[in-house]
């Protein structure tokens, strides 16, 4: 059909320069393409089996992939595959607020839009703590914040890898303060949405089970890739096995969010970890790596002061024109933006860039 036609060759067209927001773009998932012909439906529990149309048994192994990843209890964790990072956010706070229905939910400034959105949704209650300047939690601000309202049970909404800077809350650190003030009661829930799955690969895993965390979000259609958004969402299994009980029906249990989930995507996510393996996700995440190194340089270089926290795909800069922000479609702050630089985008896409902003410069 010719509206289609044209439509993508617009898209085609729009994703040369596409480089401002979290997605990768190196995948090929040609292999799948037949299972379209089906409606593959993964409605409930992944651990509990209904009809045949279904890919449970990808998505358990896809789970048990994370479980092995972010040291889950060996026989103590459950998941499923979400629809993306905000489903997986609001999972976690759902089971928070089960276990704590008076909990006071602790996040950063400089967290994720969808968390108040998730936190409103669930008529639960909220502190703001202030952010450091790479946008990391402030913990003296968590710290008085915190003493104020010892009584309560505490939930900390952990940032790892903000939606901006890509700065990460530090987990032993707030664990320490919560001990400290002897809280009794506490959960915390990792949102490490788009940088979950590199970090601890690059052991850099001091946000997992082992080190505290009771829940892990992540999106897959940003790291892995998908032409159809994805997440996974981790937590502990005998804390959903309290919700469980309270929603059981007839045939199956419904422990997740939605009715029916894609059951494609439980296939996506089990052909990128097959395909790449650990050690291919780890060679992709070095090579992005190098390529952020390689833009921040070439800012660097040209006058731009742009910067990155540690182990971040993502290059901060001081915001440029607005014709540089919308041809390549970068996401920005009031006075700063960003590109992200995942797996298939080039080091010549981002020279393409780095000369747009160099000839404006010289325009000046
Ligand atoms: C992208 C992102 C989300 C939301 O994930 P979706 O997959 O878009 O729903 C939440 N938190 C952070 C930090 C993110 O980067």
Known sequence: MVELQSFLEKIKQRSETYIGYPVAIDYNYQEIYPFLDYSLNNVGDPYVESNDMHTKEFEREVIEFFADLFNAPA???????????????????????????????????????????????????????????????????????LQMNRHRPVIILANIGTTMTEAKDHVPTIKNILKK??????YIHCDAALVGTYLALLGQNDFDFAHGADSIAISGHKFFGSPITNGVVLVKKSYKNRIGKSISYIGTLDTTITGSRSGVNALILWYAIKKWGKEGLLKRAEDCLENARHLRNNLNLIGVEAWSNKNALTVVFPKPSENICKKWQLATDTEIAHVICMPGITKERLDAFVEDINKEKSEE
């Open 75 to 145: 026989n103590d964790h459950w998941g499923y595959v979400t629809n993306g990072g905000s489903e997986g956010n609001l999972y976690g706070l759902y089971l928070a607020r089960e276990l704590f229905p008076h909990g006071m939910v602790y996040y950063t400034e400089a967290t994720h839009y969808s968390v108040q959105k998730n936190i409103h949704l669930l008529n639960m209650e909220g502190i703001v703590i202030r952010s450091q300047p790479n946008g990391e939690m402030d913990y003296q601000d968590l710290e008085d914040t």
């Open 181 to 186: 003030y002897a809280i009794k009661s506490s």
